[in-house]
């Protein structure tokens, strides 16, 4: 029997153990190698060979999404299946724009650790329905924010960016190397084509609301 083999990139020392223990006891399944930080897991990423990597988002230097950024394009064929104690909207649809397939909560240990495994390494998509139910509303956000989106020029699209950075209008006429003026004026023309008249309520329309 082939065996699933998987990479564990966990920081807590507690749960990073307990889900080695729970993979260790399957007779299909492999843990070839753990790593406490995501910086060392890329270092060493060209080094091991694997099916799924189970990825924390919450660690010290790299974070998780960061390091599915960066390793998923290196090798296309591993899974990546995000496990962490963050149920945010944001971090689930910017781990999956980063390459991961799955998405599972720390709480969801045990059984449905072991059968997430399984899914993805079959070619599904596990999550719980509460994540899943936040995808699809994540999805629906995105579409409604595009359609706001198109509605400004290039220049527009870049000065409310910043803007979303907290960034007041001198920063960044410095950082666009223009005036002060200008830059007012196309806060105004984005205010106007939005219909908003303010800069959080610019951001929550073409953004949605952060949570």
């Given at each position: ?5 998987i ?10 153990e ?11 399944m ?7 930080n995501?910086?060392?897991?890329l ?12 990825m ?19 090798n ?19 781990a ?12 969801n ?9 399984r ?28 359609i ?9 699209k ?6 979303a ?47």
């Amino acid at each position: 029997m082939k065996k699933i083999r998987i990479i564990l990139v966990e920081d807590d020392k507690e749960i990073l153990e307990m889900m080695e223990g729970i993979i260790s006891d399957e007779n299909d399944m492999v843990v070839v190698k753990t790593f406490s930080n995501g910086d060392s897991f890329l270092k060493s990423w060209e080094n091991y060979s694997c099916d799924v990597v189970l990825m924390d988002i919450n660690m010290v230097g790299k974070n998780g999404i960061e390091c599915i950024g960066i390793a998923k394009p290196i090798n296309p064929n591993v899974q990546f299946l995000v496990c962490t104690v963050f149920e945010n909207p944001k971090y689930i649809f910017q781990a999956l724009c980063s390459g991961a397939t799955g998405y599972l909560l720390k709480n969801n240990a045990g059984d449905k650790l072991l059968t997430a495994i399984r899914e993805i390494s079959q070619g599904g998509s596990p999550m719980s329905v509460s994540i899943a139910r936040m995808v699809v509303d994540s999805f629906a956000s995105k579409q409604k924010a595009t359609i706001h989106n198109e509605l400004l020029t290039p220049r527009e699209k870049e000065i409310l960016d910043l803007l979303a950075q907290g960034l007041m209008y001198k920063e960044i006429a410095s950082r666009k190397e223009i005036g002060v003026e200008t830059v007012r004026k196309h806060v105004y023309n984005i205010y106007e084509k939005l219909q908003v008249n303010s800069r959080t309520e610019a951001i929550n329309k073409v953004y949605g609301k952060s949570s």
